[in-house]
């Protein structure tokens, strides 16, 4: 029993193989993949929005996702993530080495700087962490984050249980995945967020926090006075 599953997985392991080698036959050995540029003939963009109905769409669709969103204008983004930190209970509030100093001027928990040295467990002590961003996706209400220096390392936004994201609107907004892409570098450490971390089991029961943040707010930061867009718990 065990030859004849051994074979068959054999067989159609060299029927595969050998339809490769047929498909590549007349390439070039010293091609590569980047020298041969690769019509793409699929919508770049679903739909023609201006700046302004792009950012609404990917508030949206955050809040779809259960974020909580917020928007601001640059002047009041201090006194939004004093009263965000406050409405959390939160006692200490990690930030990544580049993010700008006065954005948590006014806050009261004790600032924590991301080291090297600090290990899961030391993190999962923090109580919120704060970060920016590399780019907002409005199609799918996803943020991307590149490990940049406003955004620190892939753990820090992994293991405390309220992660703080804030976007600068409509600079960091693109409409799609494409798009996205064309910003982003291949060669970074990528996060792409779609929401708060979340599961379900075999029931299809809604579990949180399991491999991430149980709370994701976002702050759009851009023109005019704050105000809270739609959240979804």
């Known amino acids: 029993m065990n030859g004849s599953v051994s074979g068959g997985a054999s067989s159609s392991r060299e ?4 339809r490769v080698r047929r498909a590549l036959a007349d390439v070039p050995r010293d091609e590569r993949p980047r020298d041969v540029g690769v019509e793409r003939g699929y919508l770049r963009v679903h739909g023609d929005r201006t700046a302004e109905q792009t950012v609404d769409l990917l508030a949206e669709n955050l809040a779809d996702y259960r974020a909580l969103v917020h928007r601001v204008d640059a002047a009041g ?3 939004l993530l004093k009263r ?12 990544p080495p580049g993010l700008p100093s006065e954005w948590l001027a006014a806050a009261d928990p004790a ?3 991301d080291r090297e040295a600090d290990t899961a467990y030391e993190l999962d002590t923090v109580d ?9 996706i409005a199609e799918t209400g996803t943020i991307v984050l590149d490990g940049g220096p406003d955004q620190g390392r892939r753990r820090i936004t992994l293991v405390p249980d309220h992660h703080i994201c ?14 996205a892409l064309e910003r982003l570098d291949p060669g970074r450490p990528q996060t792409w967020i779609s929401g708060p971390s979340a599961t379900s089991d075999i029931e299809l029961n809604r579990v949180e926090g399991v491999h991430g943040p ?8 851009g023109g005019g006075s704050e105000r809270q867009a739609p959240s979804v718990r």
């Open 77 to 79: 983004l201090p006194r």
């Open 111 to 113: 600032v924590v700087p």
């Open 214 to 221: 149980r709370t994701l707010e976002v702050i759009l930061v």
């Open 15 to 18: 029927r595969v193989l050998a």
């Open 84 to 95: 965000l930190l406050a409405a959390h209970g939160s006692r200490s509030v990690l930030v």
């Open 128 to 136: 919120s962490v704060v970060t920016g961003c590399a780019v907002a």
């Open 166 to 179: 804030v976007v600068r609107v409509p600079d960091q907004v693109v409409r799609s995945v494409p798009q």
